[in-house]
């Protein structure tokens, strides 16, 4: 009697840890999703699946494909742990990828086609940017990463700590004296001063 063949299993691949790039990229994304629902977290999920696979340490397709469904169980798992948010770290820490977003905004924006703050230029957003880095040189990749450095141990330049101030300041600002009463009964005034984009001195109370 003949002897019958042992089937063959082929073991299934281990899930991978989120690593701490594709963690950065869920945390930049992270207020968003908190601040909307329905269909709007729907393209939230498809713009940080396709910015966070590009720092996945797998190029497997399968594997990215599945990421979709880790990711956004990081998104859900840390709005229902509604963490507080830090007293005085404001600031996102800087990276060399980060750094060359900041750089190349104006080049995305363009490589989008979308009118800017558009939901099309959101979903759009991921694909341009990974087209736009992908251009620069290895020099241009090496100097961002002195860059994040220096950024994070001393200052951002002038021109991005402007867009800051312009488009977070006040928030920011708000934020601060809210929780300083909330957390010690202290009520803060503050009054502000900064150059905007164009340098021209300009003030807050």
């Given at each position: 009697?003949?002897?019958?063949?042992?089937?063959?299993?082929?073991?299934?691949?281990?899930?991978?840890?989120?690593?701490?790039?594709?963690?950065?990229?869920?945390?930049?994304?992270?207020?968003?999703?908190?601040?909307?629902?329905?269909?709007?977290?729907?393209?939230?999920?498809?713009?940080?699946?396709?910015?966070?696979?590009?720092?996945?340490?797998?190029?497997?397709?399968?594997?990215?494909?599945?990421?979709?469904?880790?990711?956004k169980e990081w998104l859900?798992?840390?709005?229902?742990?509604?963490?507080?948010?830090?007293?005085?770290?404001?600031?996102?820490?800087?990276?060399?990828?980060?750094?060359?977003?900041?750089?190349?905004?104006?080049?995305?924006?363009?490589?989008?086609?979308?009118?800017?703050?558009?939901?099309?230029?959101?979903?759009?957003?991921p694909e341009a940017t990974?087209?736009?880095?992908?251009?620069?040189?290895?020099?241009?990749?090496?100097?961002?990463?002195?860059?994040?450095?220096?950024?994070?141990?001393?200052?951002?330049?002038?021109?991005?700590?402007?867009?800051?101030?312009?488009?977070?300041?006040?928030?920011?600002?708000?934020?601060?004296?809210?929780?300083?009463?909330?957390?010690?009964?202290?009520?803060?005034?503050?009054m502000s001063a900064w150059?905007?984009?164009?340098?021209?001195?300009?003030?807050?109370?």
């Open positions: 009697m003949p002897r019958s063949e042992s089937p063959i299993t082929v073991p299934q691949q281990a899930k991978l840890p989120l690593i701490k790039a594709e963690i950065a990229v869920l945390q930049a994304h992270l207020e968003d999703w908190r601040s909307v629902k329905g269909k709007q977290r729907h393209l939230i999920l498809k713009a940080v699946h396709k910015e966070a696979c590009l720092q996945a340490p797998t190029r497997d397709k399968a594997l990215l494909k599945a990421r979709k469904k880790t990711y859900y798992n840390q709005c229902r742990r509604k963490a507080p948010k830090p007293l005085v770290k404001y600031g996102k820490k800087w990276t060399a990828h980060r750094v060359l977003v900041e750089q190349n905004k104006a080049l995305i924006r363009q490589e989008t086609g979308e009118m800017p703050g558009s939901e099309a230029m959101i979903a759009k957003w990974k087209t736009v880095l992908a251009g620069l040189s290895a020099e241009e990749k090496e100097e961002a990463n002195v860059l994040a450095d220096k950024w994070n141990n001393e200052a951002a330049p002038p021109e991005v700590q402007a867009n800051l101030a312009e488009n977070k300041g006040a928030d920011m600002i708000e934020h601060f004296a809210t929780e300083m009463f909330k957390q010690a009964g202290m009520r803060v005034f503050v150059r905007d984009s164009r340098g021209k001195l300009m003030l807050g109370v």
